[in-house]
């Protein structure tokens, strides 16, 4: 099974506009952490929000929001006010921690989905 | 500060060949990781490596290899070169000093790699 699943290959939306990108995870790691990146055609990855599995409160980072539902093991990525520098690939990844000294870090990404901002 | 440099940005090589890459992390990261992205498996993880030590490595054969130097530079190298290695070849940084799940990784702009 996919840990990381990211059912919108491509996603539209208007300028000035609210667009959710979905992303569901499976872990039974009771400590983890989920990133939300975001590629534009050039390749790099940036990062935009992070959310740990024992925040009570949803990451907020500027338009960037996390919408985490942990019974759901859902954690959305809410972009408000899409601008057209928004498009691009988004990526939400999951990094599974073990407190067993020191670990080591991994993240697995989902398949991405592909945002294009309509002027 | 800088971010995360790699080179080449762009490298064209034929099968039976090999190939080094190089990243430079963020100053003052201790943790390099090394990611291969293609368009029919998606974002994988390669290895990881921390203060020199190799500390995990995904689920790639031998012929994938890299190190980490004592000033947190890392290379990674593969060998015989197969056509289904052509990637964007991701390398990402951090600090390891804060040891919990909210640490962040910064990546490079990556290095794309077309295997003739």
């Known amino acids: 099974a996919q840990k990381i699943t990211q059912t919108q290959p491509g996603m539209f939306v208007q300028e000035k506009e609210a667009v959710t990108l979905d992303c569901t995870y499976d872990?039974?790691?009771?400590?983890?952490?989920l990133f939300w990146y975001k590629q534009p055609s050039s390749g790099e990855m940036i990062f935009l929000i992070y959310?740990?599995?024992?925040?009570?409160q949803n990451a907020t980072e500027g338009r960037y929001s996390l919408n985490f539902q942990k019974a759901r093991k859902s954690a959305n990525l809410v972009i408000s006010a899409s601008q057209l520098g928004d498009s691009a690939m988004y990526f939400c990844?999951?990094?599974?921690?073990?407190?067993?000294?020191?670990?080591?870090?991994?993240?697995?990404f989902g398949k991405g989905t592909k945002l294009s901002v309509i002027p | 500060k800088a971010g995360v440099t790699q080179t080449p940005r762009y490298l064209i090589k034929t099968r039976g060949q090999q190939v080094t890459l190089s990243c430079s992390p963020i100053?003052?990261?201790?943790?390099v990781s090394w990611y291969q992205q293609t368009p029919g498996q998606g974002l994988q993880f390669l290895f990881e490596?921390?203060?020199?030590?190799?500390?995990n490595k995904g689920n790639f054969p031998g012929r994938f290899s890299g190190r980490q130097f004592s000033n947190s530079r890392s290379e990674m190298n593969v060998s015989t070169l197969e056509l289904g290695d052509s990637a964007l070849y991701l390398c990402?940084?951090?600090?390891?000093?804060?040891?919990?799940?909210?640490?962040?990784?910064?990546f490079g702009p990556g290095t794309r790699l077309l295997v003739l």
């Open positions: 990402a940084s951090r600090s390891g000093t804060s040891g919990g799940p909210q640490e962040t990784q910064y």
């Open positions: 872990t039974s790691d009771q400590s983890y952490g």
């Open positions: 959310q740990g599995s024992y925040d009570e």
């Open positions: 990844a999951m990094r599974e921690y073990s407190y067993s000294g020191a670990g080591s870090y991994q993240l697995t």
């Open positions: 100053s003052g990261h201790r943790s």
């Open positions: 490596y921390f203060s020199e030590t190799q500390r």
